[in-house]
């Protein structure tokens, strides 16, 4: 299907001639996200949210604790900062951009399930910032993790980000991808943190690594697409090389209503306030 990126008033029109046609999936609508004040989400802390797992698990996702949003709409990885979701659609491992800012539907948890992808922490309590987490917290995670995975064994258990797998599991020499350790005889991958402050992390290199992990553990990956495509329908949609035209040219204002994601990434990649706040982390 092709969607026509239709340009309308918006800023990027004088920065893109003429307007193009990218083959895409259909857009999402975006919805209304719940309004939470601060104080609000002060009362989520230590809160938890159940695994996302179900009989036929082949991929386990593990991040290291829930977000304060996540716990108030009992759903992992509820920020839109956040790339996870997106990446899992870039990768080839789910057919669409899941949006859980209200937390996950039947649709959605249908589909992520069907693929024989699940997703749980190392840690369970939430926080505001993952930087709130003790070592300790981090390598008792490991040991609860092991049993869980022991009961429920997956095919491959991924880890999101270095730095929690180096903690958690007491290596400090670990590389990403696939390690010489296992868990519960299952064997481990860490694959790049999705947090949008995660600058080195392209969305290439996430699909990228996540994708290997996927076909590790024997998922039948979809074609990756073949567009930039935004997270959820506000705006155009645009091809890399197009963006990277518009940002180079030093204009944070052409940047409205582009896709999230790719503001964030070549915003941080090449020094342009692109107006984003991302908010952390959020497993």
């Known amino acids: 299907m092709h969607v026509d990126v239709g340009f309308g008033d918006l800023a990027v029109a004088h920065a893109l001639d003429p307007p193009h046609r990218i083959a895409c999936s259909p857009p999402i609508e975006r919805p209304t996200l ?43 990885f509820s920020l839109r900062s956040n790339r996870f979701w997106s990446t899992l659609y870039r990768a080839g491992i789910l057919d669409h951009v899941v949006d859980a800012s209200e937390g996950l539907d039947a649709a959605d948890r249908a589909h992520i399930f069907a693929r024989g992808v699940g997703l749980t922490s190392l840690v369970r309590r939430a926080t505001a910032r993952a930087d709130e987490l003790t070592p300790a917290e981090l390598v008792a995670g490991a040991h609860d993790l092991e049993s869980r995975v022991a009961a429920a064994p997956p095919r491959v258990v991924a880890i999101l980000g270095i730095t929690a797998y180096r903690i958690a599991f007491g290596v400090r020499d670990a590389v990403p991808g696939e390690q010489p350790a296992s868990i519960a005889d299952v064997p481990i991958w860490v694959v790049p943190n999705p947090s949008g402050l995660n600058a080195h992390a392209t969305p290439s290199a996430l699909a990228t690594a996540y994708r290997a992990a996927a076909v ?15 997270l959820f329908g506000a705006g155009p949609v645009l091809a890399t090389e197009q963006l990277a035209q518009v940002v180079g040219q030093r204009r944070p204002d052409a940047l409205q209503g582009i896709d999230l994601e790719d503001r964030l990434t070549l915003g941080l990649r090449q020094g342009v306030d692109v107006g984003v706040d991302d908010g952390g982390r959020d497993g």
């Not at 719940?34 to 797992?53: H, K, M």
């Not at 590790?216 to 935004?230: D, H």
């Open 34 to 76: 719940p309004s939470f004040t601060r104080a609000q989400l002060e009362t989520f802390r230590g809160g938890t949210i159940p695994d996302t797992v179900a009989p036929g698990t082949r991929l386990l996702f593990v991040g290291f604790n829930p977000g304060l949003r996540s716990v108030a709409v009992q759903a992992p």
């Open 216 to 230: 590790a553990a024997g998922i039948e990956v979809l074609p990756q697409p073949v567009c930039g495509r935004r």
